[in-house]
């Protein structure tokens, strides 16, 4: 029912007003009202919002934060005792659309916190601070569980739904919808089982989870990440200066002219990019290949413990389990897709392996193409071919350019204006952390949008999206902005010059952020990136496709000496270099999510059966060879976050190069087009079907000849 992934501190009070609910013209998205005799709050909930747009003064402008720990206990154990009042309103309310919005109240009350304190326990600069946001996560998590064993509140969102349909209300109401979502939940929750089953239930998920936090904490953890020794005159003359600073200040040795570095993942894609000392390469490779090993068993009770989840509720599967949820409504669909796709690109896949194999043989004498031999290969083969460096561009690509452009591209597409302010040091979490507002035309605000940039030890060491606090709008408009963070790990951090990937990682988390200030959402259960998980990443990966753009970049990507913009030519080169080896990084991919898939729509392969699971799918979808005794798997994060779901990248890569090719392709800053992106995808948050807003956006021309997409958007098994 309630994810963990925003507080009430107001008090619930019955107003005698008529209940509304939101239907919706398809065609021009505009909000059309249907009046019921019904009583509901909807006059308390608008005065909340007007409350929540003041800026607070504790972390992430939360009143209820501040710099001692044991404010998110109390703020977490506020949220459970505001709860469990809105739990006596659901259950007592006639049924009618007011259940479903007392229990909307319901689930923001937990999710505001559970929010703050996930993005808290991975950023947070103090640990201690970190460990409390931890342990908060546990306790609403299974604070969350139990609610969604509730039967009373099962029963009274079920006799909601049956009022709704009789007074006419269907799937395009949105109250109607965030119902459904909720009744799902409720079942995937274990609310229909006997008391034996829905303990072991509980017993299971508890035990997912602890494995799943300890599975990601080893991935940050550098004695279990093994290590690798690299002569210190080999680093000095092959790695950017500012690459090389970053690796030794975290190194673990450094003497007689030795260097040993942990094998961490950031540390071994450097490796692999520049070292041209193969055996070394291997090292590496291998070394971040079979750690931590600690994580073989962990995996083994992730999956055994989702397993057991899907068979107690009557799933053949994990991923039949999930799909109940997802745009891909079964298993098969997805195995249709991925192998279609694989089948779609195979051959030129392997006619890139011959060029490569003919580059590798003209400069070192064989033409072996081994797994830790393709990212310095390919990225020599580039940047011969393209005339193009990745220190020459980074020089247009200063920090403060790119977040201007941020601005830039929201003011062109979606009329917002981005203002930058200084927060204050109670506001955020560590010092660097940046604040914008987006504001629209009429100066309301939209949202806020915090930017953590640098890596710092013991924070959260990838790229991702964080929503703190999901926003909320009625007819007139935002009564409750978003606020969302960025945050990212960029390597310089003294020169602030991002590499064109890291520019396309910025970019790519932004595309997150404008889906949950651009969503038009009444209830916050299906606001922003609240969706189908396979759908809200196809915006995300749309905005990448802008940085690779010249009629975008000029606007802000300068280089940082001379003002120059950033030529023609150079951003030209950067799109002749990515189409090279396009087809062996989509295997890639297509690797990582086969492997997923199997892992969790079949009875698990454990421990030894596992790893040669992972072997042989990578054999077998690849052009590169997986070599005997890699564990590549032990290193796989999205395994916990995203596991039998990866294959939404995969389609979301496809479907976002479909729509920009459509809409944005002849003028990627055309006004209209943004509108059209605003208003009939992001706008709707997750309340709507994806696949009729895919269907609808993409068109009928648009999906011709691409058979490939037809088991997603369908689900045709």
């Not at 001692?68 to 459970?80: C, I, N, V, Y």
């Not at 006799?159 to 919808?177: I, P, S």
């Not at 600073?245 to 990019?273: E, F, M, Y």
């Amino acid at each position: 029912m309630f994810r963990a992934v925003h507080v009430c501190a107001w008090r619930w009070r019955r107003v005698g007003t008529t209940c509304r609910w939101m239907q919706v013209d398809e065609t021009r998205r505009r909000a059309c009202w249907c009046t019921c005799a019904w009583k509901c709050e909807d006059g308390a909930w608008l005065e909340r919002g007007n409350d929540a747009t003041a800026a607070g003064t504790g972390w992430l402008g939360r009143n209820a934060l501040d710099a001692r720990p044991e404010s998110l206990q109390t703020w977490a154990k506020h949220a459970m005792k505001t709860s469990q009042a809105w739990v006596e309103v659901a259950v007592a309310e006639a049924p009618s659309p007011s259940t479903v919005h007392a229990l909307d109240r319901l689930s923001d009350a937990i999710c505001q916190v559970l929010d703050a304190a996930e993005l808290l326990r991975n950023v947070h600069q103090d640990r201690t601070y970190a460990s409390t946001a931890q342990r908060v996560c546990n306790e609403l998590n299974q604070f969350v569980h139990e609610l969604n064993a509730n039967p009373q509140l099962h029963r009274a969102v079920e006799r909601a739904l049956r009022a709704m349909q009789a007074k006419g209300c269907h799937e395009k109401c949105e109250t109607f919808l965030v119902g459904e979502s909720l009744k799902l939940e409720f079942e995937n929750g274990g609310v229909h089982l006997l008391l034996e089953a829905k303990q072991r239930w509980q017993r299971s998920q508890e035990a997912e989870h602890r494995a799943a936090v300890a599975f990601s904490r080893n991935l940050t953890e550098n004695q279990k990440l093994g290590s690798v020794e690299v002569p210190l005159s080999m680093l000095e003359s092959h790695l950017p200066k500012h690459v090389l600073k970053t690796l030794l200040k975290g190194c673990l040795s450094n003497q007689d002219g030795i260097v040993n570095l942990t094998t961490d993942s950031s540390t071994v894609a450097q490796l692999l990019k520049w070292i041209p000392d193969e055996r070394i390469r291997k090292q590496a490779y291998l070394s971040c290949a079979r750690t931590p090993v600690e994580n073989q068993g962990l995996l083994d009770v992730i999956l055994v413990e989702r397993s057991t989840q899907a068979r107690l509720l009557g799933y053949d599967s994990y991923s039949e389990l999930l799909a109940q949820n997802r745009m891909a409504k079964n298993p098969a669909a997805v195995a249709r897709f991925l192998d279609e796709l694989w089948l779609e690109i195979e051959a030129q896949a392997r006619s890139e392996l011959d060029r490569l194999r003919c580059f590798k043989k003209a400069r070192v004498g064989n033409d072996e193409v081994a797994v830790w031999d393709y990212a310095f290969f390919t990225g020599m083969a580039k940047a011969e071919a393209c005339s193009i460096g990745a220190i020459q561009v980074s020089a247009y690509f200063h920090i403060e350019n790119c977040v201007r452009g941020i601005g830039i591209l929201a003011q062109r597409l979606f009329g917002l204006e981005a203002s930058e302010s200084n927060p204050s040091r109670q506001e955020v979490w560590a010092e660097g952390v940046r604040r914008l507002d987006f504001y629209d035309c009429r100066q309301s605000h939209r949202g806020t949008m915090y930017l953590d940039l640098y890596p710092r030890p013991g924070k959260f060491n990838h790229a991702a999206h964080f929503t703190v606090r999901c926003g909320i709008c009625n007819d007139k408009g935002m009564v409750r902005p978003p606020i969302v963070a960025l945050v990212c790990n960029f390597q310089d951090s003294e020169t602030h010059l991002l590499t064109h990937q890291e520019v396309e990682t910025l970019f790519h988390e932004y595309g997150h952020a404008m889906h949950s200030l651009l969503s038009q959402t009444r209830l916050q259960h299906l606001s922003g990136t609240r969706g189908a998980l396979d759908f809200v990443e196809i915006p995300s990966h749309f905005f990448e496709h802008f940085v690779w753009d010249h009629r975008f970049l000029r606007c802000f990507a300068r280089h940082h000496k001379t003002e120059e913009v950033i030529p023609r030519r150079m951003v030209e080169h950067l799109r002749a270099s990515k189409r090279m080896f396009q087809a062996m990084d989509m295997q890639t991919q297509i690797v990582y999510a086969v492997f997923d898939h199997r892992l969790h729509a079949h009875p698990p392969s454990l421990g030894a059966d596992c790893s040669a699971l992972f072997r042989n799918v990578h054999n077998k979808y690849s052009v590169l060879q997986q070599p005997e005794g890699s564990n590549w798997h032990l290193r796989f994060g999205h395994l916990v976050n995203y596991g039998g779901t990866y294959y939404c990248y995969v389609a979301a890569k496809i479907l976002s190069r479909l729509l920009w090719e459509m809409h944005f392709e002849a003028d990627p800053l055309s006004e209209e087009a943004g509108r059209e992106l605003a208003l009939k995808l992001l706008g709707w948050g997750g309340a709507r079907d994806p696949s009729i807003i895919l269907q609808e956006y993409i068109g009928q021309q648009g999906l011709e000849g691409q058979a490939k997409l037809v088991p997603l958007l369908t689900s045709a098994a």
